[in-house]
Nanobody, 120 residues
């Protein structure tokens, strides 16, 4: 059974950095799309950064120049690198991966979420 396991959240001071990880647990064929979303208290879940199957990128204007996505194909892990963090970045962060399964089906999975708190 495939699951996404997130890690790396925590408390950081304004201006600091954090790296979130999203590892695929279970056997898959490949990852064809990846993205990170966040949800702050009382707000709707919003896109942070994403890379689609064709390589197209999408991101929230509020994180432009500060957040980047990377992947390690050998580890089936996707990362969100966050720099120059601001208090308004405080939220629960969720990874969202489009996966090709061993049976060659395309399935979208969500991680369990990890809390990021930016505060002095």
């Amino acid at each position: 059974q495939v699951q996404l396991v997130e890690s790396g959240g925590g408390l950081v001071q304004p201006g600091g950095s954090l790296n979130l990880s999203c590892a695929v647990s279970g056997s898959i064929f490949s990852i064809y799309a990846m993205g990170w979303y966040r949800q702050a208290p009382g707000k709707q879940r919003e896109l942070v950064r994403a890379i689609g199957s064709g390589g197209s990128t999408d991101y929230a204007d509020s994180v432009k120049g500060r957040f980047t996505i990377s992947r390690d194909n050998a580890k089936n892990t996707v990362y969100l690198h966050m720099n120059s963090l601001k208090p308004e970045d405080t939220a629960v962060y969720y990874c969202n991966l489009g996966v090709v399964t061993i049976s060659r089906q395309r399935v979208v999975y969500w991680g369990q979420g990890t809390q990021v708190t930016v505060s002095s």
